[in-house]
């Protein structure tokens, strides 16, 4: 594995999807954050900071999984439907090094974003007076950085062996699943059928237990509510542990593919 040939990759699919002017997503949360903040003393009776700050935190994470999911899909497929995977696999480029170069340029990129957004965020609250717990409402935007990671590593695994729709419809219900995997599986136990607890667990080991890295709710209320510091750390071995298996299956894939 050539490091440099890596980083060569992930600059290239940095400048690539920052040229898609995927940034102008800033711009329209910037005008969501605004609006919220002039409309919501009409609608919220004294609830305004907390749902500002709600408000805030979902659209963050809500913009940064589109782009995960509709980009990352593309990121391999794109190349095998043009047919210019064939010029790159020519070259002393291995798999690995080329997941790895897709899945960390475009993990820059939503870096780059959701330090964006969450700039505008706290500089929108800061201006209009609402008091918020700075310390854990970062550590929830870091978090949220962490589940596009994963959901990265999920839109190339599916990207790998899929269509670009299907790819996109699979990795949102990933999403959709993986936060609600311990309802599921408290769905199966209410339940009390033996089958259907067993497919009910067997989805949860499967698919990634996104509420992991769900700390919005609870980081507007102060460090106080958040999981102990040791049960953070294991939620962030969990998420990186998780991307590295899933990026270890897409390499698997692809090596077998025929082009």
Same mark, same amino acid.
């Given at each position: 594995?050539?490091?440099? #040939?890596?980083?060569?990759?992930? #600059?290239?699919?940095?400048?690539?999807?920052?040229?898609? #002017?995927?940034?102008?997503?800033?711009?329209?949360?910037?005008?969501?954050?605004?609006?919220?903040? +002039?409309?919501?003393?009409?609608?919220?009776? &004294?609830?305004?900071?907390?749902?500002?700050?709600?408000?805030?935190?979902?659209?963050?994470?809500?913009?940064?999984?589109?782009? +995960?999911?509709?980009? &990352?899909? &593309?990121?391999?497929?794109?190349?095998?439907?043009?047919?210019?995977?064939?010029?790159?696999?020519?070259?002393?480029?291995?798999?690995?090094?080329?997941?790895?170069?897709?899945?960390?340029?475009?993990?820059?990129?939503?870096?780059?974003?959701?330090?964006?957004?969450?700039?505008?965020?706290?500089?929108?609250?800061?201006?209009?007076?609402?008091?918020?717990?700075?310390?854990?409402?970062?550590?929830?935007?870091?978090?949220?950085?962490?589940?596009?990671?994963?959901?990265?590593?999920?839109?190339?695994?599916? &990207?790998?062996?899929?269509?670009?729709?299907?790819?996109?419809?699979?990795?949102?219900?990933?999403?959709?699943?993986?936060?609600?995997?311990?309802?599921?599986?408290?769905?199966?136990?209410?339940?009390?059928?033996?089958?259907?607890? #067993?497919?009910?667990?067997?989805?949860?080991?499967?698919?990634?237990?996104?509420?992991?890295?769900?700390?919005?709710?609870?980081?507007?209320?102060?460090?106080?509510?958040?999981?102990?510091?040791?049960?953070?750390?294991?939620?962030?071995?969990?998420?990186?542990?998780?991307?590295?298996?899933?990026? +270890?299956?897409?390499?698997?894939?692809?090596?077998?593919?025929?082009?």
């Amino acid at each position: 594995m050539n490091l440099a #040939r890596i980083g060569v990759i992930a #600059r290239n699919v940095f400048f690539e999807v920052i040229r898609d #002017r995927i940034l102008y997503l800033v711009a329209l949360f910037a005008v969501l954050m605004v609006a919220a903040i +002039a409309l919501l003393p009409d609608v919220s009776a &004294g609830a305004q900071d907390k749902i500002t700050l709600d408000l805030g935190l979902a659209a963050i994470n809500l913009l940064s999984v589109v782009v +995960a999911v509709f980009v &990352g899909t &593309g990121l391999i497929n794109k190349e095998i439907e043009k047919r210019t995977v064939l010029v790159l696999i020519a070259k002393p480029v291995s798999r690995l090094e080329f997941i790895l170069g897709k899945h960390l340029g475009l993990s820059a990129v939503l870096a780059v974003l959701i330090f964006l957004l969450a700039l505008i965020f706290l500089a929108v609250v800061s201006l209009s007076g609402i008091s918020y717990p700075l310390g854990s409402i970062l550590l929830s935007i870091l978090f949220m950085f962490l589940e596009v990671v994963l959901l990265t590593a999920v839109a190339i695994l599916f &990207g790998v062996f899929t269509s670009s729709l299907l790819a996109t419809l699979l990795t949102f219900a990933v999403f959709l699943v993986g936060h609600l995997s311990q309802d599921i599986v408290a769905l199966g136990q209410l339940s009390e059928n033996a089958g259907l607890q #067993r497919i009910t667990n067997g989805l949860y080991l499967v698919l990634p237990d996104l509420e992991r890295l769900n700390l919005k709710n609870e980081a507007i209320y102060g460090m106080q509510l958040l999981p102990s510091g040791l049960e953070l750390s294991s939620h962030v071995l969990y998420a990186l542990l998780y991307t590295a298996l899933l990026l +270890a299956i897409s390499v698997g894939v692809f090596t077998r593919r025929q082009f």
